[in-house]
């Protein structure tokens, strides 16, 4: 069984930094895209940095500058280096990710880290 286990959301103040992980275990054969999304209360679920497969990164415009993404395929982890936090990315950041079994291809989602900026 795949599974996606997302760590290192908190609290944090305005202008600090937390790094997120993200890892997958079980019967995997390979991870493609892996994506973090980010979802506020009562806002829609939002892309925040994709990575593929071959380490090439898209941020939202947001984030960018702010965010690094970043992935050990070694260790099937993906990470998200936040920093200048500020009080708007507070939300629960999950990640996704579409993984190949000896089964099938298909897409998975963590259970979600979540991530307060106050002060």
């Known amino acids: 069984q795949v599974r996606l286990v997302e760590s290192g959301g908190g609290l944090v103040q305005p202008g600090g930094s937390l790094r997120l992980s993200c890892e997958a275990s079980g019967d995997i054969v390979s991870i493609g895209t892996m994506v973090w999304y980010r979802q506020a209360p009562g806002m829609p679920r939002e892309s925040v940095a994709i990575?593929?497969?071959?380490?090439?990164?898209l941020y939202a415009d947001s984030v960018k500058d702010r965010f690094t993404i970043s992935r050990d395929n070694s260790k099937r982890t993906m990470y998200l280096q936040m920093n200048d936090l500020q009080p708007e990315d507070t939300a629960v950041y999950l990640c996704?990710?579409?993984?190949?079994?000896?089964?099938?291809?298909?897409?998975?989602w963590g259970q979600g880290t979540r991530v307060t900026v106050s002060s």
């Open positions: 990575i593929r497969s071959n380490g090439e990164s």
């Open positions: 996704h990710a579409m993984i190949q079994t000896n089964h099938d291809a298909q897409i998975y």
